[in-house]
């Protein structure tokens, strides 16, 4: 149902016409999954499930042969059909290796070309490869992908790879996999004030807080896979996330009230009796 | 024919075509991609593609990642 546009809209907000738009398609959820690190099959689905994501990122690796052929695989309980794949390029140090991994993934998934592009540097910390990023975002956008860049909280960078053409930047809030949420949000909400495209925040989220503040900060939407799977109940943690995102959106669209240093009364010195 | 899938050496035999291949290992049906030395070979020219001696074969498919 459409607001009529001539009426003021500060205190209506419809939030089931707050889509997310990357690459032209919208999507219900601004949580975005990923698939790993889960115990089997199973807790992935329903954690996805759960999770009320649309977008699920996926690894590309070798197959293993000799395996049972009726061993199901992840596209059994992550269809294509269901959701939108997103595969990165996970455990890519070099623009070669990502670039390679991308044109197999488009190849594989019958020339779906939106993809996540991740260039490591370091092995400890997982960070950004930037400026190899930079040079495999600059081929892959030409090659024709869809580019959803993850990257560290830098604002010039994260300018860099939006001029570029990728079609979201992605933003670390911490180390991959660490749960230490955001680290500087500062720079993330730069980055996000700066933006033409969507941000999410991308690796580093440890629970539902840090979920909501990313969507606080004017997030357009938010990546998790450890925080979720690694939690002690994955099922119920996706809920939670789902609900955190959902909660910080709302928090964000209604505009919060500004930080005092002072107190503020919220009851009326009218009518004291005493 | 030594040919190397995987990383791993297999003889197979001459003018083994990329879709012998794939039901030899028992993968038909699989979503999966292909590459030979590095070059993806598109699921189309599977069955016209024949292997040479000494082809590097990679064969990957999508798994749980974030």
């Known amino acids: ?274 | 024919m030594k040919i190397i899938i995987n990383g791993e050496l297999r003889e197979l035999e001459s003018g083994t075509s990329l879709e012998n291949l794939v039901q030899l290992l028992d993968l038909q049906g699989k979503r999966l991609a292909i590459e030979v030395n590095q070059a993806i070979v598109p699921r189309s020219q599977f069955a016209s593609f024949q292997l040479t001696e000494q082809d590097q074969v990679e064969i990957v498919h999508a798994i749980g990642g974030g």
Do not use: W
């Open chain 1, 1 to 274: 149902m459409m607001a009529n546009l001539a009426e003021p809209l500060k205190n209506v907000i419809n939030i089931a016409d707050d889509t997310l738009i990357i690459a032209d398609k919208t999507y219900r959820s601004r949580l975005l999954v990923g698939s790993g690190k889960y115990k089997d099959l199973e807790e992935t689905r329903l954690a996805t499930e759960a999770s009320g994501a649309e977008i699920i990122t996926v690894a590309i690796r070798r197959t293993n042969i000799g395996q049972n052929p009726n061993e199901p695989s992840l596209l059994d309980v992550i269809s294509t059909e269901h959701y939108t794949l997103l595969p990165n390029t996970a455990g890519c140090y070099t623009v070669e290796d990502a670039v390679r991994t991308c044109r197999l993934a488009r190849e594989l998934l019958d020339g779906h070309d939106l993809v996540k592009l991740e260039v490591l540097g370091d092995e400890k910390t997982l960070f950004p490869d930037v400026t190899a990023t930079l040079e495999a975002a600059k081929i892959l956008v030409k090659d024709g992908f869809k580019v959803m860049v993850y990257t560290n909280d830098d604002p010039l960078i994260a300018k860099r790879l939006e001029e570029l053409g990728c079609v979201a930047v992605m933003p670390l809030a911490a180390p991959i996999g660490s749960g230490l949420g955001i680290r500087n949000p500062y720079n993330i909400l730069t980055i996000v004030e700066n933006a033409r495209v969507p941000i999410l925040v991308d690796a580093g989220v440890g629970t539902a807080s840090d979920a909501a503040i990313a969507m606080e900060l004017g997030c357009a939407g938010i990546l998790m896979n450890t925080a979720i799977a690694a939690a002690r109940n994955p099922v119920l943690m996706a809920s939670a996330m789902k609900k955190a995102v959902q909660a910080g959106r709302e928090a964000f669209l209604a505009g919060r009230m500004p930080r005092k240093r002072f107190a503020s009364a919220s009851s009326p010195i009218d009518g004291l009796f005493f």
